[in-house]
């Protein structure tokens, strides 16, 4: 099988900043802002909060360094990068994330296309008028079990991913994330205020703060440790792949570090934007994926120019998911361009339109077909299933694939000096090396096997 050189004129990031803002948009999206509070609802709230934070730390940043030195020092995708560094055998791991990508844009896009629901909204005033809990909920429900639109806005989030890629990720996109992103955090600020100052909001701050570890369990774990990888695009090749157009000279480690920043920065606005204002709405927060569409609704009448701030929430969410969409398409692209020899053109069809057929029982398991909602009778729908074996177990699993190559095979003085490259120091070393080779795979394996041997409920 002939492999086309990757690396010939594929391009690259200009400076670190391009970088930072394609990597750091690929990280932040509905992850932070959507998946984030209803795992974190779903799971317990505070003590969840404080080991996802101990997971980013300890899994998170390791395996960002480790996957952007992959990609950095092989320039391929992930296929190929594993291969090069791996062998043959290690082809398999690139092929679960390439897989893992597509699994995830399948059901990210239905919920991305939530956010232009609610957009279409926000521009024709619904948010205008006052909007208690049992209002926002029948909205949500509303749109989201009517089929015809539910399949439709998937389909117009997927092709609007699909125009992007196809065209490259270029100019355009770096430049709307450097002016957008800064709006978008500044916007998350103002609406996080106004949620911590509603009255009733106390509540919401206590579920935050209040950090019972008697409810971790297995699961519990397992959740923490896949909304990590979720939420900073790892454990399936996104950052192999960008990290495969990154200038040889730059600093990696503050680019990778700077990324899982303000990722969790993000995700932890997100938490303190929606816990108050749903315990002041007087909702649950175990409300699962839809969460975040129905306490949002309840704010925005509470605030001065409240439908201005209702488009621009909605518009500015649609735009970190697209950013995030992009980076998804990317990697399964990348990989039929590169190994494959497929044109960029055919690649984005093929692959987009797959994706298509599969995010539409996705679409569909939100109340407009009985069989998905309940899922073989398991009380979770389609889409959290998705969610679940995609989100979360195979991220676990690619990062765990991660760690042994760079920790075991590859090596950590190799992947060190990958790091090192352009000659910035990696502070810590020696961590990051036990971190890699010991710390990740063991947590990783145990909470695998507790999980499966028990049987423990997702
Ligand atoms: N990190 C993205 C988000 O938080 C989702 C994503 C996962 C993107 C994996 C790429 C790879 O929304």
Redesign the pocket.
Known sequence: MSAPSPSAGRGGFQSRIGFILAAAG???????I??FPYTAGENGGGAFIALYLLCVLALGVPVMLAELAMGRATRKNPVGAYTKLGGRPWAAAGGLGVVT?FG?LAF?SVVAGWTLGYLWHAVTGTFARAMDAEASTALFAGLISDPVWAIVLAGAFLGLTMVVVRAGVGGGIEMASKILMPIFFVLLVALAIRSVTLPGAGKGLAFIFEADFSKIRAPVVAAAMGQA????????G?MITYGSYFPRDENLVVAGVSVAFF?TLIALLGGFLVFPALFAAGMEPTAGPGLVFVVMPTIFDNLPMGQLFAVAFYALLAI??LT??I??LE?VVSYFVDERGWSRSFAVYVVGGACFLLAVPSALSQGGAPALTDFLGTGKGWLDWQSILF?TYS?VAGALLTCILVGWRWGTDAAREAIEEGGHRLPAAPLWGSLVRYVCPLAVVGILIYVVTTGASF
């Open positions: 690929s990280a932040i999206g509905l992850g932070n959507w998946r990508g995830i990210y990888m979720f939420s900073l695009s790892l454990g399936m996104a990722d970190a998911a995030s969409t980076s998804l990697v989100g991220l």
